[in-house]
């Protein structure tokens, strides 16, 4: 099992917050690290250049999505995903699961795998532990995730318990399928919102000895409060010297409050989606930049934003090409909400760095709640 070096070089005296150093094939990522997700190989109406200019570190590719199209044989004909999206830096696959089980009746979950249709065609596909190792091994990204059992909440208990424990019996199995030294397998951590089966499963996944272990099934319709409980009890108990990863998650605020107990990793389609449907992050609150209020706004959309969006146009122009349906205006409101995420990340290393992280993220709180409320 190939484990990638991982040291946590800061720790917060009056959290869990932490920063650390994740060593690659494709380079090092400094944590805690926001990952911009590129479903189909691109993160939507960004280049691969202008997400270096972010700082990005490291961004993800859908097995799910690369399985159906173009497919993985064809990646790996190209060189492997990064040549094949032109991406020198980092990469993640996620296992493809959470995707199949999204569709919900139209997916036929088994000990062996899971039985689907595609949404481009309707027609039948089978995804199992084993089948998800081979697709990922043939993508090549450094960091490929377990193929695991997410159940839909809220759930009953009992409901949770058998998906938590499926999803180690296929981790074993993904561990025997997966093929290649230059990538790191992570575990996901399930058990719903249940604190006591969370620790369970951690259990159960630290004795594999994986090179990281994330938190998977949150964020899918729960309370934030309740998100924020299980991720401020279970984090500081995964292993210390591994990457803690909490997947598909999600607001600024959400980001913060799963730093402070101890999450290293974060992705989330929320900036690209939400810019290109119109919805601008600010320090303060929310710009929904279609309102008419907006007409003859003259400011940028965050007047604490360096990025390029907020340097060179306005709110008015913003809004101006989302009435026009421009497609200029889903590519830079995608620039500014991307680039609010990683420098969001950055700040918060360098809090944590500086030790001032305990009372900036009591600040960034307060400030939140006062805008947002």
């Not at 994740?22 to 691969?48: R, S, Y």
């Not at 929310?286 to 934003?305: E, F, G, M, S, V």
């Not at 913003?318 to 009435?323: A, D, E, G, S, Y």
């Not at 620039?335 to 960034?364: P, Q």
């Amino acid at each position: 099992m190939s484990q990638f070096p991982f040291q946590v070089t800061h720790e917060d005296s009056e959290t869990q917050a932490r920063t650390g150093l994740l060593e690659t094939p494709h380079g090092a990522i400094e944590t805690p690290i926001f990952m911009p997700v590129g479903t189909a190989g691109t993160v939507k109406g960004i280049k691969p250049r202008e997400l270096e200019e972010m700082e990005a570190q490291i961004i993800l590719g859908n097995t799910y999505h690369l399985f159906l199209r173009p497919g993985h044989e064809l990646v790996q004909e190209a060189g492997g995903l990064h040549r094949f999206v032109g991406w020198n830096r980092p990469m993640l696959t996620d296992s493809g699961g959470f995707q199949v089980f999204s569709h919900g009746e139209r997916c036929k979950i088994s000990e062996a795998g899971v039985e689907f249709r595609s949404h481009l065609d309707g027609s039948k596909k089978w995804l199992g532990p084993e089948e998800s190792m081979q697709v990922q091994n043939a993508l090549g990204a450094d960091i490929i995730m377990a193929f695991d059992e997410c159940a839909a909440l809220p759930a009953p208990r009992e409901k949770i318990r058998n998906a938590m424990d499926r999803t180690t019996r296929w981790l074993e199995r993904c561990i025997k399928a997966h093929k290649r030294d230059d990538q790191a397998l992570f575990g996901i951590v399930q058990g719903g919102i249940e604190v006591d089966l969370r620790e369970e499963h951690l259990e159960q996944l630290v004795q594999f000895d994986l090179p990281g272990y994330a938190l998977g099934g949150l964020s899918v319709g729960e309370a934030p409060e309740d998100m924020y409980r299980v991720v401020h009890a279970i984090a500081p108990k995964m292993p210390t010297h591994k990457p803690r990863y909490l997947m598909g998650v999600g607001r600024p605020i959400d980001l913060v409050h799963c730093v402070a107990g101890g999450i290293d990793m974060f992705d989330c389609v929320m900036p690209s989606r939400n810019a290109r449907n119109a919805f601008l992050f600010t320090r303060e609150a929310p710009i929904k930049i279609r309102n008419a209020q907006y007409k003859n706004d003259w400011l940028p959309i965050d007047p604490t934003c360096t990025c390029y969006t907020c340097q060179n146009f306005s709110r008015a122009y913003l809004r101006h090409l989302f009435v026009s349906k421009e497609m200029l205006g889903a590519i830079l409101a995608s620039h500014h909400n991307l680039h609010f995420y990683l420098n969001l990340m950055k700040e918060v290393r360098e809090a944590i760095r500086s030790g001032s992280f305990g009372t900036w993220y009591k600040e960034y709180v307060a400030h939140y709640e006062a805008h947002n409320s």
